[in-house]
């Protein structure tokens, strides 16, 4: 089936660094999402993205979050700079609709461990 | 926020049992039900889901359950198999996002 890449598998940083999280989405999709899971829980929505713009973000994407998509290319998660409640795992997804009109396929996701 | 309610959290059957697995939602406006499996260490897979103009569909052993005046929906997995161990997410789409249940951790008996 379709699949969505995530790029590093896992990182390891000091905290107050600085780190962007690739993905790249399914060829043919337009809507992005990323979500965040510590070890064990649920998965919780961050933020969406939609012809280059948020289009809704939860409280936990903190002001020292950011997300693009520059022409075309990696649809990326920056955190600057880190803390240490920002280790989990983070999944990147990718769907051609949203809403209820279409699936959203999840990558592999990255493992960001903040030190 | 909205939220979605799942329950158990932890639920242990024997092989070739049943399980079943349910959710509740408060957006009455979601329309998209997707369950996901994963296992350690994996992301997420989709193994089934129902939209708001359905209220039961089955692919193979998996069978959900929509209510859409209670505002629940269910997954029912029949004749486990060893393979069916993992955790288990429903998930309910609000305006622009998916609401994930907190899981359950389904374990087959031998």
């Known amino acids: 089936g379709p699949k969505v890449l995530q790029i590093p598998s896992h990182q390891i940083i000091d905290m107050g660094q600085m780190v962007t999280l690739n993905c790249d989405p399914v060829s043919n999709h337009l809507y992005f999402y990323w979500y965040k899971q510590i070890l064990g829980q649920q998965m919780e929505f961050l933020v969406n993205f939609y012809n280059g713009k948020v289009m809704e973000k939860s409280k936990l994407f903190k002001d020292q979050f950011s997300v693009e998509r520059p022409d075309g290319s990696y649809f990326t998660l920056k955190i600057q700079p880190t803390a240490l409640e920002d280790s989990a795992v983070y999944f990147c997804a990718s769907s051609r609709d949203w809403g209820g009109a279409d699936t959203q396929y999840f990558g592999p996701g990255t493992r960001l461990l903040v030190l | 926020g909205e939220q979605v309610e799942q329950l158990p959290s932890i639920l242990r059957v024997q092989e070739g049992s049943s399980a079943s697995i349910n959710c509740s939602y408060e957006d009455s406006a979601s329309n998209y039900f997707p369950w996901y499996k994963q296992e350690p260490g994996e992301n997420p897979k989709l193994i089934i889901d129902?939209?708001?103009n359905m209220e039961r569909k089955q692919i193979q052993e998996l069978i959900v359950l929509l209510d859409k005046k209670a505002k629940r929906f269910s997954l029912h997995i029949t004749d486990t198999q060893p393979g069916d161990s993992a955790m288990y997410f429903c998930a309910a789409m609000g305006n622009y996002q998916l609401i994930w249940g907190s899981g359950t951790k389904l374990i087959i008996k031998p």
């Open positions: 129902i939209r708001s």
